[in-house]
């Protein structure tokens, strides 16, 4: 029997009548809403934005089998908090979670999501986030045994670029799509590559997969990038 990933997105998307199911089990799904200094769980309303579940959809149509853990942070169009997505953390690896997608980033380092990032880390959960190609450093992109992952334009449906230690490039637009969407997309391809791939004991052991399949290494360049054939 092969063994799945169980992958928790943390995102705006909140049911999955949102995305097709494909091979694909829903585990559970709960929504994360700061109120003071308090997180409140609460029932998921439909998407907002459509953002995660855009990204659903995109791990989706990769065929791959997975059972799945939606926290949604997102629930009215606007920003999120660290606490929330911190309690979404905690609430994914508690779920059991082995592998955690962020297609987020948070401006300022905040003690409560740094907490959260550590000790999913220290659990052995393997984390994917989104960060910008260029410009500030974001969280939790920017936490040690973090991926991160970004959008690159060399990059077609399905390759990958490295783009320095633990940090990777996929393609920055939704299969189909010529509209760039960027860091998130981008990141999700990344997540797309592991999901489809076999299971992973350790985030080292994740990253070494993705640096063996690299197309194109160093950051973007005018004119011709180098090649990993």
């Not at 299971?199 to 194109?216: D, I, S």
Request: proline fraction near 4%; glycine fraction near 14%.
């Amino acid at each position: 029997m092969t063994v799945t990933w169980r992958a928790g997105l943390i995102d705006s998307c909140g049911g999955w009548a949102e995305a097709a199911a494909g091979a694909v089990s829903l585990v559970d799904a709960a929504a994360f809403v700061a109120d003071g200094e308090r997180v409140q769980c609460r029932d998921t309303v439909p998407d907002p934005s459509g953002h995660g579940s855009r990204i659903l959809q995109l791990w989706v149509a990769g065929g791959a089998a997975f059972e799945l853990l939606l926290g949604q942070v997102f629930l009215a169009g606007g920003p999120t908090s660290p606490a929330a997505v911190a309690a979404a953390i905690d609430w994914a690896v508690a779920g059991g979670a082995d592998l955690l997608h962020l297609s987020l980033g948070l401006s300022a380092d905040r003690a409560v999501f740094a907490a959260a990032v550590q000790r999913a880390v220290a659990s052995g959960c393997i984390i994917i986030a989104s960060m910008p190609a260029r410009g500030a450093v974001v969280y939790p992109a920017g936490y040690a045994g973090v991926i991160r992952a970004t959008g690159d334009a060399r990059c077609a449906a399905g390759e990958l670029s490295l783009l320095g230690p633990w940090f990777f490039g996929g393609c920055p637009h939704m299969a189909g799509a010529n509209t760039a969407a960027g860091a998130s997309v981008g990141a999700a391809w990344v997540t797309r590559l592991i999901l489809n791939g076999p299971k992973q004991a350790t985030a080292g052991a994740v990253v070494a997969a993705l640096e063996a399949r690299a197309r194109y290494v160093g950051a973007e360049r005018r004119g011709r990038a180098p090649l990993l054939d």
